[in-house]
């Protein structure tokens, strides 16, 4: 048997496709390693850093098709409510360009149509609308870990306060205060306060006139936050008064804080039973069946 007749038999159709594809794809990630600021690719937050470093301010190839994408289909930055996920990001000052995310999106759903496309494979070409779908996914699950954040922070937030305005400072200075703290939450009261600065309007609601505080607060969507906004800007506007309610606020947060950690706490027993039961019951039902089973095996 010569060389020719030999290699029908080392590659099948499927594989020459396989590796067909494997070599375009490879070709495809070169390209675009040549074109793409692989940092900003990988975390968006790190790569304007070094961008900024490097002293380059033009938008990038994945900036560039993701805004063309939303010149065209504007509902793109509404998907997956990713206008409300960046903007809970925006607190940690790690929130990528809408266009970014798009032109992200895009790319992998691009990338993933490769191989269904050349194997002739209709459901491979499923993958697709799920690569696509997947940086909004991972915009999503930091923004709700930047909201949990935010909802834990607010009775630390309350105390803050309240302590500010026991000592004499006005609700607004005491705002002001507590905004100089590290986290999302502090980022929020400077936002709100810089507004007001900006726009020349107070930061607690006065007569008629709605407040920067919960006008902020209302772009939102947080329940807790929303109301905790509403209970402050009440006692600023209370006067005297103001110090004893935000103390009676706190002592509220106090006790509904403490059920929640209580109920969380009845819970752990029930969260805590599967995986005791794969990474304990199961392998040591192993160990003890396998020496038995060993006869039984060597029989059949």
Known sequence: MNLNESLPMLLSPD???ILAASLLGAIAALLLARRIDIGLMLSPAAGRTVAAYAGKSEPDALEKVGGKALARWPLLGTLFGLDRHLRWLALTNHAPQPASVVGMALLLAGVALLPGILLLQPLLLLLA???FIY???RIRNRANSVRA???RSLPELAAILAAEMAAGLPPDQALERAGTWTGPVAALLRHVSEEARRRGR???SRGGAQGMLVQAVNRYDLPSLRAFAAQVDA???KGVAGPELMNALVRTYIVAYEDKALQAAEKLETRLA???VLFFFLPLL???LAPLMMPVLKIL
Do not use: E, M
């Open 135 to 137: 940086p909004f996914i």
């Open 202 to 204: 107070p930061i607690f």
């Open 286 to 288: 192993l160990l003890i």
């Open 15 to 17: 594989q020459i496709l």
């Open 235 to 237: 006692a600023a506007s």
């Open 129 to 131: 609308p799920l690569a």
């Open 149 to 151: 954040k935010v909802d």
């Open 274 to 276: 599967v995986p005791s």
